[in-house]
């Protein structure tokens, strides 16, 4: 598998104190593979500066392989997170993405991207350039949008349908949906993201579960109960969850069972990643007995 995006360090500031987190939705959704036990590596963006050896320190501990073609940049990314009093974290951002090329020697069946790589100029449009030369059977996407990163809304739109459309797989959570498809429901943004080519689409919806659909198939997945420390890492451990899983399937249609039990997966995984302070998510053996 491959992972393409941003790796950066995020800073957590819950009103108390700050502490220093590897972040970035990639950089966490290949972690998350990562501590699955899958053959995973990351195209990213770093220096060789604290934070960039510290990124790449902590992605390699967990099985993930660092392409020697991110290491390009001058100064490793930032994102400032404040978390409110219910969780939930607002960002401010530090960070550069610029064109990347791709890396040499690898031929994934299954590549992954989304969030900032995606959008931000002048890498996003490499990023396709880039998935599109490989070929991958499973192509994974998580909008994951950044709106403080955001200058033109509908340049924002044209970048994540275009890779809509090179994708078989897209996840967006309920605010993403809610900036993307204004005013749309569950079913009618489903209904846009499947109407572009992939073949699953998913929408988390907080602390109500999520749906994933196919052109045949519409399944609700129930959320499961836990005590919230923080969300960070929680949509990246769904999108990590559903890829170890679609990995494990022929890239043909999904049944109904399929998307409930991947929903189901997705779903307690990133219980498990909300439960506990930053993208912390979660190795095998801690999903074994569920």
């Not at 897209?170 to 499947?194: Q, T, Y």
Request: include cysteine; aromatic fraction near 4%.
């Amino acid at each position: 598998m491959l992972v393409v995006g941003e790796a950066l360090i995020d800073i957590v500031d819950d009103g108390a104190r700050r502490d220093e987190h590897v972040g970035g939705s990639p950089a966490n959704v290949a972690l998350g593979l990562g501590r699955r036990g899958a053959d995973v590596a990351l195209l990213t963006q770093i220096a060789r500066d604290e934070r960039g050896r510290r990124i790449a320190e902590h992605v390699t501990a967990s099985g993930v392989r660092i392409c020697d073609e991110s290491w390009s940049l001058e100064r490793t990314s930032t994102a400032l997170a404040r978390i409110g009093s219910d969780g939930a974290a607002t960002y401010a951002f530090d960070i550069v993405w610029d064109a990347l090329r791709a890396p040499e020697g690898i031929r994934p069946r299954v590549v992954h991207t989304g969030s900032i790589a995606t959008t931000l100029e002048p890498g996003a449009a490499a990023v396709r350039d880039v998935i599109a030369g490989l070929g991958a059977d499973e192509v994974t996407f998580d909008p994951n949008i950044r709106p403080a990163l955001v200058d033109d809304r509908d340049v924002a739109l044209a970048h994540v349908d275009a890779m809509m459309r090179l994708a078989t797989t897209v996840k967006l959570s309920d605010e993403d949906a809610a900036w993307l498809f204004p005013g749309d429901d569950v079913d009618a943004v489903l209904d846009r993201i499947l109407a572009v080519g992939p073949r699953l689409a998913a929408l988390t919806i907080g602390a109500e579960g999520a749906v994933l659909a196919t052109a045949q198939d519409r399944v609700p997945v129930p959320p499961v109960a836990v005590d919230v420390v923080d969300t960070i890492g929680a949509g990246d451990t769904f999108m990590a969850t559903m890829i170890h899983a679609l990995a494990s399937r022929p890239a043909g249609p999904l049944a109904c069972g399929d998307l409930e039990a991947i929903g189901r997966d997705a779903v307690r995984a990133a219980a498990v990643t909300v439960s506990r302070a930053g993208a912390d998510l979660p190795w095998a053996a801690e999903l074994a007995d569920g």
